[in-house]
């Protein structure tokens, strides 16, 4: 299920696939972790969303924590909404809570970063 190019897990094998794909492909994956009872995800959401329209060359994916509590805690996560940049399946960077402008910057320099290695 996406919205914009945000791709929801739903299942431990897609988050897997997911993942597994962005390795294969090189990519950047930003996850939003979260959760429907959350505030300030909901108001945050649209921003990611945003996000993933104007950086397509990056994974966007979506975990809910109560969906998916075993991928949320081996990824550490204790408070929502948390991101989580990942690259060749290792965390390169985390916000915790719903700071816009911090995760535009961060998706930004990162996509950069990205876009020059694999120039290199």
Not at 2 to 29: D, I, M, P
Not at 102 to 114: C, D, F, I, S, Y
Request: with cysteine.
């Amino acid at each position: 299920m996406a919205e914009g190019n945000v791709f929801a897990c739903h299942s431990t094998e897609a988050w897997r696939s997911k993942l597994q794909e962005a390795n294969n492909t090189k990519r950047l994956v930003v996850v939003d972790f979260t959760a429907t009872w959350c505030g300030p995800c909901r108001i945050i959401s649209p921003v990611f969303v945003e996000l993933s329209k104007k950086f397509p060359q990056i994974f966007f994916l979506k975990v809910d924590v109560d969906e998916l509590r075993n991928i949320a805690q081996e990824w550490n996560v204790q408070a929502m909404p948390t991101f989580i940049y990942i690259k060749d399946g290792k965390a390169v960077d985390k916000i915790v809570g719903a700071n816009k402008s911090e995760l535009e910057r961060k998706v930004a320099k990162l996509a950069t970063q990205a876009a020059l290695v694999s120039e290199a």
